[in-house]
């Protein structure tokens, strides 16, 4: 739709990307400004929802802060002073760096980096594989990675939930879909079906909005997650609740599993977990007696030294229940006819020799399989030039001061990298430190074929609506770039020629593919049946042979929480309290939209949940600004007395920094929970390399110095760098 309104406003049909992207939306434009978005109802994604975010997204492309032009630094990093420069400049010094760079220490030592689903890591990866550098940094080790290469190397494809045919059972498990609408799934769905009468179970250390819906939930210690699947399925087994024909046919490694299972008693389960034996045995059987039943699974599980156990767990118990593939169970999508991410990624041209190079490659197997490193890695070849040195970053929407681990050390890195570029919508910490910034354009601002990276069947037609500025989609950016770097027969002449590739198996040219508004590939269930799983056993392999071929434990197991009250008793006397981080508000995506006026007055400030009990221990009232302290650093937010909150256990939000700050440092220190989170290979998933964010000991307290927060002198600034 594309329709003439009053005199000069239209009505253009798009799809939103704020967060993960995916809502239908219909905006109202008005010479070069919107003026309205609206949900839309023939969106088969979004129902005719929206959340604040996306209504925001006027506020977000007409923002006076927006970085309009690209940027070139005049004085030292980090203290502000930009001399605006063309386009034309801003690729010269781009290929001539990446040229010296590439020639005198190897493309390895570039490195490209990005944030989280923008739609734009297929052009990220296949300029880099292009490049030469196997070194892409991204959320992948500890986000949405985890979860697709573990069902990848166990199943063959990851399984999501088939809302469209009704579950009967849901199982949410550390997710709050309703309000994260991350990845595949936008909260409509799980809200419909719930109204339709679906049974709820809701695993989360927090009473979230879900868990008081549920049927039932289970208030588990924070990182114990896989111990608890594994009591679960104690009692299936036991009780023989599940899917004997499956298992018998479709299952690789029953019987190992079947003795592993067993080293899990619900006594002992119930002791690491928290929670009552009886509680377990519920949910177990609810679970496996009603069918169809899915798990909802989210990130607080991957962001954990047991990330890939706990993945697979959570695919165990759908298969042993027969919930694999099956209508309303966990189904693999078929993709539409389109390229698809991975194609499209290049992966086949990045020469082996190179592949080898790929930092932390040698340490964490499985993130190496599927072209994802740890940052850590990252940080220590910038600090120390080990295993060897890193000299240039070009970060293309993300914002990594504030959102990974160990921050400090991220800001001294990102400070001594000899060239950094970035790319983003405004000034943020993270672009203060860069030598080169390029203004990116938001999603009214470009045309493009969304979310061909997600396994949900589908691709969106995004259409752009607006100029603003210099602003350039990451897509179109780097194709000019990709032919200026000698790349060209692998790039295209424009962006619509790069769209109509990725087209091009379906048969539509963009401008067709605009009038549809999405593609989707034809459902086929229980594919199993004719093809069986593309695992190298065909089955679903709970016994996994990838992971011993790599050297890993086969089976999923528990590990204890590298900082927690059993793993570190000593620590507990000056750090008493388990510190879960990065619960998502509605208001915000990570360390966005700070300085927007409609979603900053939703959330104003950061805010720690705690227990009363615990509040009133520590003399904290409601409101108050309190330090939150781990052994590696600290922060302000803050408090939030809640009931919904074990007494032994501080809820943290993560991502915070303060634009409105005039400072180039724009307080990243102040209020940010990465301060206090460890980095240290050690305490990463062994296969994965993801991070333990949720999991981790602090102290709390009052601050000596309220309201304002800490400054620098009080900043946690400790590293094991
Ligand atoms: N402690 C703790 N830390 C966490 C988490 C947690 O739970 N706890 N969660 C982690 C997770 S799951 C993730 S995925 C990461 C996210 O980490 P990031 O993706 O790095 O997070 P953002 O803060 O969203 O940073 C994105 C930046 O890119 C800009 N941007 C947005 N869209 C575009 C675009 O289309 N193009 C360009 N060029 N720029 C754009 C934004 O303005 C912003 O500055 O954070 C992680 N950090
Ligand atoms: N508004 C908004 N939406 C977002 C984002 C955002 O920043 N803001 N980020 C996006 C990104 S990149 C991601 S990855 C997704 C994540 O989206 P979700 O997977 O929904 O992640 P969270 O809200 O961080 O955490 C979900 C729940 O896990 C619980 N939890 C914490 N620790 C544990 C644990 O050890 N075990 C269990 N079982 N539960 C635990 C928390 O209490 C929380 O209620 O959201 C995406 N959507
Ligand atoms: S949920 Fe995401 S895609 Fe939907 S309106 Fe909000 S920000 Fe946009
Ligand atoms: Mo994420």
Same mark, same amino acid.
């Given at each position: 739709?594309?329709?003439?309104?009053?005199?000069?406003?239209?009505?253009?049909?798009?799809?939103?990307?704020?967060?993960?992207?995916?809502?239908?939306?219909?905006?109202?434009?008005?010479?070069?400004?919107?003026?309205?978005?609206?949900?839309?109802?023939?969106?088969?994604?979004?129902?005719?929802?929206?959340?604040?975010?996306?209504?925001?997204?006027?506020?977000?492309?007409?923002?006076?802060?927006?970085?309009?032009?690209?940027?070139?630094?005049?004085?030292?990093?980090?203290?502000?002073?930009?001399?605006?420069?063309?386009?034309?400049? @801003?690729?010269?010094?781009?290929?001539?760096?990446?040229?010296?760079?590439?020639?005198?220490?190897?493309?390895?030592?570039?490195?490209?980096?990005?944030?989280?689903?923008?739609?734009?890591? @297929?052009?990220?990866?296949?300029?880099?594989?292009?490049?030469?550098?196997?070194?892409?940094?991204?959320?992948?080790?500890?986000?949405?990675?985890?979860?697709?290469?573990?069902?990848?190397?166990?199943?063959?494809?990851?399984?999501?939930?088939?809302?469209?045919?009704?579950?009967?059972?849901?199982?949410?498990?550390?997710?709050?879909?309703?309000?994260?609408? %991350?990845?595949?799934?936008?909260?409509?769905?799980?809200?419909?079906?719930?109204?339709?009468?679906?049974?709820?179970?809701?695993?989360?250390?927090?009473?979230?909005?879900?868990?008081?819906?549920?049927?039932?939930?289970?208030?588990?210690?924070?990182?114990?997650?896989?111990?608890?699947?594994?009591?679960?399925?104690?009692?299936?087994?036991?009780?023989?609740?599940? =899917?004997?024909?499956?298992?018998?046919?479709?299952?690789?490694?029953?019987?190992?599993?079947?003795?592993?299972?067993?080293?899990?008693?619900?006594?002992?389960?119930?002791?690491?977990?928290?929670?009552?034996?009886?509680?377990?045995?519920?949910?177990?059987?609810?679970?496996?007696?009603?069918?169809?039943?899915?798990?909802?699974?989210?990130?607080?599980?991957?962001?954990?030294?047991?990330?890939?156990?706990?993945?697979?767990?959570?695919?165990?118990?759908?298969?042993?229940?027969?919930?694999?593939?099956?209508?309303?169970?966990?189904?693999?999508?078929?993709?539409?006819?389109?390229?698809?991410?991975?194609?499209?990624?290049?992966?086949?041209?990045?020469?082996?020799?190179?592949?080898?190079?790929?930092?932390?490659? =040698?340490?964490?197997?499985?993130?190496?399989?599927?072209?994802?490193?740890?940052?850590?890695?990252?940080?220590? @070849?910038?600090?120390?030039?080990?295993?060897?040195?890193?000299?240039?970053?070009?970060?293309?929407?993300?914002?990594?001061?504030?959102?990974?681990?160990?921050?400090?050390?991220?800001?001294?890195?990102?400070?001594?990298?000899?060239?950094?570029?970035?790319?983003?919508?405004?000034?943020?910490?993270?672009?203060?430190?860069?030598?080169?910034?390029?203004?990116?354009?938001?999603?009214?601002?470009? =045309?493009?074929?969304?979310?061909?990276?997600?396994?949900?069947?589908?691709?969106?037609?995004?259409?752009?609506?607006?100029?603003?500025?210099?602003?350039?989609?990451?897509?179109?950016?780097?194709?000019?770039?990709?032919?200026?770097?000698?790349?060209?027969?692998?790039?295209? %002449?424009?962006?619509?020629?790069?769209?109509?590739?990725?087209?091009?198996?379906?048969?539509?040219?963009?401008?067709?593919?605009?009038?549809?508004?999405?593609?989707?590939?034809?459902?086929?269930?229980?594919?199993?049946?004719?093809?069986?799983?593309?695992?190298?056993?065909?089955?679903?392999?709970?016994?996994?042979?990838?992971?011993?071929?790599?050297?890993?434990?086969?089976?999923?197991?528990?590990?204890?929480?590298?900082?927690?009250?059993?793993?570190?008793?000593?620590?507990?006397?000056?750090?008493?309290?388990?510190?879960?981080?990065?619960?998502?508000?509605?208001?915000?995506?990570?360390?966005?939209?700070?300085?927007?006026?409609?979603?900053?007055?939703?959330?104003?400030?950061?805010?720690?949940?705690?227990?009363?009990?615990?509040?009133?221990?520590?003399?904290?009232?409601?409101?108050?600004?309190?330090?939150?302290?781990?052994?590696?650093?600290?922060?302000?937010?803050?408090?939030?007395?809640?009931?919904?909150?074990?007494?032994?256990?501080?809820?943290?939000?993560?991502?915070?920094?303060?634009?409105?700050?005039?400072?180039?440092?724009?307080?990243?220190?102040?209020?940010?929970?990465?301060?206090?989170?460890?980095?240290?290979?050690?305490?990463?998933?062994?296969?994965?390399?993801?991070?333990?964010?949720?999991?981790?000991?602090?102290?709390?307290?009052?601050?000596?110095?309220?309201?304002?927060?800490?400054?620098?002198?009080?900043?946690?600034?400790?590293?094991?760098?």
């Amino acid at each position: 739709m594309d329709s003439i309104q009053a005199s000069d406003e239209r009505i253009v049909r798009s799809h939103c990307r704020i967060c993960h992207g995916g809502c239908g939306v219909l905006v109202h434009v008005q010479n070069n400004k919107v003026i309205r978005i609206e949900g839309d109802p023939e969106s088969p994604i979004s129902r005719g929802t929206l959340c604040p975010k996306g209504i925001a997204s006027i506020q977000l492309a007409h923002h006076p802060d927006r970085l309009l032009y690209p940027l070139k630094r005049k004085g030292t990093k980090g203290e502000g002073n930009w001399e605006r420069i063309s386009w034309d400049e @801003a690729y010269e010094i781009l290929t001539s760096k990446m040229n010296e760079y590439k020639q005198k220490y190897g493309a390895e030592s570039i490195v490209l980096g990005y944030g989280t689903g923008r739609d734009n890591e @297929a052009f990220i990866y296949r300029f880099a594989n292009l490049l030469g550098s196997p070194n892409v940094l991204t959320a992948g080790h500890m986000c949405y990675g985890p979860r697709v290469s573990t069902s990848i190397i166990t199943c063959g494809n990851l399984p999501v939930c088939d809302y469209e045919s009704n579950p009967s059972c849901i199982m949410v498990w550390g997710n709050n879909a309703v309000i994260s609408n %991350p990845d595949e799934y936008k909260g409509v769905y799980l809200s419909d079906a719930l109204a339709n009468g679906a049974k709820l179970i809701v695993v989360d250390p927090r009473f979230t909005k879900l868990a008081d819906r549920s049927n039932l939930w289970l208030q588990l210690r924070p990182g114990t997650d896989v111990a608890l699947a594994l009591g679960m399925l104690h009692v299936i087994i036991e009780e023989e609740l599940y =899917d004997k024909e499956f298992a018998e046919h479709w299952i690789y490694g029953w019987k190992e599993f079947v003795e592993r299972v067993k080293e899990y008693p619900l006594k002992r389960v119930s002791e690491i977990t928290w929670v009552p034996e009886e509680k377990i045995k519920e949910a177990a059987r609810l679970f496996a007696k009603t069918k169809p039943a899915c798990i909802q699974w989210g990130v607080a599980i991957e962001q954990s030294i047991n990330c890939v156990d706990n993945n697979r767990i959570i695919i165990a118990l759908a298969a042993v229940t027969g919930n694999l593939d099956v209508p309303g169970g966990m189904v693999f999508y078929v993709p539409p006819p389109t390229m698809n991410a991975s194609q499209f990624g290049a992966h086949k041209l990045l020469p082996p020799e190179q592949r080898k190079k790929r930092l932390g490659g =040698d340490v964490f197997k499985l993130a190496d399989a599927f072209a994802i490193l740890n940052p850590r890695f990252v940080w220590d @070849a910038i600090l120390y030039e080990k295993p060897y040195p890193v000299k240039m970053a070009f970060l293309i929407s993300s914002n990594p001061v504030i959102t990974r681990a160990n921050a400090s050390m991220v800001y001294e890195a990102l400070k001594k990298v000899d060239f950094l570029a970035v790319s983003d919508f405004f000034m943020t910490p993270t672009a203060e430190l860069a030598n080169l910034v390029l203004p990116a354009a938001t999603w009214l601002e470009m =045309d493009y074929v969304a979310e061909f990276w997600k396994r949900h069947g589908y691709v969106l037609a995004r259409q752009k609506v607006i100029q603003i500025g210099e602003c350039k989609s990451d897509h179109e950016m780097l194709n000019e770039l990709g032919n200026r770097m000698g790349q060209k027969e692998h790039w295209w %002449p424009t962006i619509h020629d790069a769209l109509n590739a990725i087209l091009a198996p379906s048969g539509l040219k963009f401008e067709e593919f605009l009038k549809r508004g999405f593609l989707r590939g034809k459902m086929e269930y229980r594919k199993y049946e004719k093809k069986g799983f593309s695992t190298p056993t065909g089955k679903v392999e709970l016994y996994s042979t990838r992971m011993k071929e790599w050297g890993y434990d086969p089976l999923p197991q528990f590990r204890e929480p590298p900082e927690s009250p059993v793993s570190q008793p000593d620590l507990l006397k000056d750090y008493p309290y388990i510190l879960i981080t990065g619960m998502r508000p509605t208001a915000f995506f990570h360390s966005e939209q700070r300085q927007i006026p409609w979603l900053r007055e939703l959330l104003p400030e950061p805010f720690v949940e705690i227990h009363p009990e615990t509040a009133e221990k520590e003399g904290i009232k409601e409101g108050d600004w309190v330090v939150i302290e781990s052994p590696r650093g600290k922060c302000l937010q803050r408090a939030k007395l809640t009931l919904g909150i074990d007494p032994r256990v501080i809820g943290a939000q993560h991502a915070w920094w303060f634009p409105e700050k005039d400072s180039p440092e724009h307080g990243w220190g102040d209020s940010n929970i990465n301060l206090l989170t460890d980095n240290d290979p050690t305490t990463c998933d062994p296969a994965m390399g993801a991070t333990n964010l949720r999991a981790l000991l602090c102290r709390i307290y009052p601050s000596p110095h309220p309201p304002s927060p800490l400054g620098e002198e009080d900043r946690g600034m400790g590293s094991k760098g």
